[in-house]
């Protein structure tokens, strides 16, 4: 008899993460405390309970532009090595205790240096707290292994200097490379010296794109830049039609992308807090699984959307009747498209995800 689909049983389940913020999974609590202890006096609320609930209202904004305003509170208190440590170690924590197994988890150097840390000090204290986190959640029974994202902000100038610290910290934990910031104005192409670096070295990049703005973003990340995967790439669905009898033509971008299994790193929640989609119902994510494109799940910003990987398949498995094999293919997709060695990504699809979703579907 399959375990019934609860929240509590899809937090038991094992899950794999692409697309997270470190600077937008900020627990409230540890929020107020480094603002108190910063000096940081910007905070709306110094009540963790009522500082959440803000985050959340001012997310729900309908604009990318306003939601990406919100992070000027959590990157405020995120100057130091010790605070660094700090809210990384606890991101560790809280996706392993949610069930996450596997996660890249991103954030941009640039924005935590101004108080005199430099952009390789503020990467490796990322990554030690990733460790130390890491090591505390098997401490409490939970096995997660998470790798980090540098980001390049595509308003800012910096991203040749982002791509060389993705090269350098590769082998101690930095899966890859990533450009974020509001996409109107600020095409990736901007960025193609940094793209083109990675190229030479060999090295896995993102980029968001198809969020804020439609299928050109799409098309210049892949075309011109080489995108291994779309951070969202939710606009895709502008190329597809689809007919009175449901069935569907695909532009020729949408094919393309269909074709070459190109990884969509879907944030159901976010994008219905920043106007991508009315609502989880009305998500293309729907449509983009039927066709079979690489879709995966991701929280984007668990503290902006109070989400968590555990609610945003909950919120799918209550607007589509998706069951357990649904989760897991959403699940072995994002395996499948981490920026991990093929033999890693493998074994942790062969001996954790199946026999995890098999122990549930019996």
């Not at 830049?225 to 951070?231: E, H, N, P, V």
């Not at 807090?273 to 984007?300: M, Y």
């Not at 555990?310 to 498995?317: A, I």
């Amino acid at each position: 008899m399959p375990a019934p689909l609860t929240l509590e049983t899809i937090r038991t389940a094992p899950k794999v993460l692409l697309h997270d913020h470190l600077d937008g999974g900020l627990r409230p609590a540890t929020l107020v405390e480094l603002a108190a202890a910063n000096g940081y006096d910007g905070l709306p609320s110094s009540d963790p309970a009522e500082l959440g609930r803000w985050f959340a209202t001012a997310a729900y904004s309908g604009s990318l532009e306003r939601y990406l305003e919100t992070f000027t509170h959590t990157v405020g208190v995120m100057q130091d090595r010790e605070s660094l440590i700090r809210v990384a170690s606890e991101c560790a924590q809280d996706l392993a205790a949610d069930g996450v197994v596997y996660a890249e988890v991103r954030f941009a150097p640039e924005l935590h240096v101004i108080a005199g840390l430099d952009l390789g000090e503020v990467v490796q204290a990322v990554l030690d707290g990733f460790a130390a986190g890491t090591r505390a959640a098997a401490a409490a029974g939970h096995r997660i292994r998470v790798r980090a994202l540098v980001t390049a902000m595509r308003q800012a100038a910096r991203s040749r200097e982002i791509a060389e610290l993705a090269v350098r910290f590769r082998d101690d934990g930095v899966a890859g490379f990533d450009i974020a910031g509001a996409e109107a104005g600020f095409p990736p192409t901007r960025h193609l010296d940094a793209f083109e670096y990675l190229r030479r070295e060999n090295a896995h990049f993102t980029i968001h794109a198809g969020e804020g703005f439609g299928l050109p973003s799409i098309w210049e990340a892949l075309q011109w830049c080489g995108a291994d995967r779309l951070g969202h790439g939710v606009r895709i669905v502008d190329d597809i039609s689809l007919a009175f009898d449901g069935s569907a033509h695909l532009g020729r971008l949408a094919e393309y992308v269909r074709d070459k299994r190109i990884p969509l790193e879907m944030a159901p929640t976010s994008n219905v807090q920043t106007g991508v989609a009315e609502s989880i119902a009305k998500h293309p994510i729907g449509i983009l699984k039927d066709l079979r494109f690489r879709v995966t799940v991701n929280t984007d910003n668990r503290l902006m959307s109070g989400c968590s990987m555990s609610s945003e398949m909950s919120g799918l498995v209550e607007a589509f009747d998706y069951g357990w094999a649904d989760l897991q293919w959403f699940t072995v997709n994002a395996m499948k498209s981490a920026f991990l060695p093929f033999f890693d990504r493998l074994k942790l699809i062969e001996d954790v995800i199946k026999p995890g979703y098999a122990e549930l579907m019996q």
